[in-house]
C-alpha cells in the first residue's frame, strides 16, 4: 500500500526552524525525484523544492538559502530542514513524488506556523 506520513510541523517564531520529515512506504523511494509542496490558508498548492535520485537540488526562489532538502534512500525517507522561518512560510507542507503531473495519493500533510 502506497502512502506518504509527513511529520515534523509546529509553531515557531519568525527566525526559528523546524525539521519535517516524510517516511514513504509501498513505492520504490530511491528511483523517484521527490518534493516538497505547500498550501498556505485560501491558496492553491505550491511546489516548494525537489531532489532527484541522484541527490541534485532545487528551490523556489522565496526559500533559497533558507531550506534544504535530503534524502535518505536507505530509510526511504524525506526530510525539509527549515531555518529562519518567516510567517510567510505558514502553510501545511506535504511531500510527494515530482515526476511531470504524476502524483502519488496526497498524505495529511503537516502544519508549520511562523508567527510572533
Known amino acids: 500500500q502506497v502512502q506518504l506520513v509527513e511529520s515534523g510541523g509546529g509553531s515557531v517564531q519568525p527566525g526559528g526552524s523546524l525539521r519535517l520529515s516524510c517516511a514513504t512506504s509501498g513505492i520504490i523511494f530511491s528511483i523517484y525525484t521527490m518534493g516538497w509542496f505547500r498550501q498556505a490558508p485560501e491558496k492553491g498548492r505550491e511546489l516548494v523544492t525537489t531532489?532527484?535520485?541522484?541527490?541534485?537540488?532545487s528551490y523556489v526562489d522565496s526559500v533559497k538559502g533558507r531550506f534544504t532538502i535530503s534524502r535518505d534512500n536507505a530509510k526511504n525517507t524525506l526530510y525539509l530542514q527549515m531555518n529562519n522561518l518567516k510567517p510567510e512560510d505558514t502553510a501545511v507542507y506535504y511531500c510527494?513524488?515530482?515526476?511531470?503531473?504524476?502524483?502519488?495519493?496526497w498524505g495529511q500533510g503537516t502544519q508549520v506556523t511562523v508567527s510572533s
Open positions: 510527494n513524488v515530482y515526476d511531470g503531473s504524476f502524483r502519488l495519493p
Open positions: 531532489i532527484t535520485s541522484g541527490g541534485t537540488t
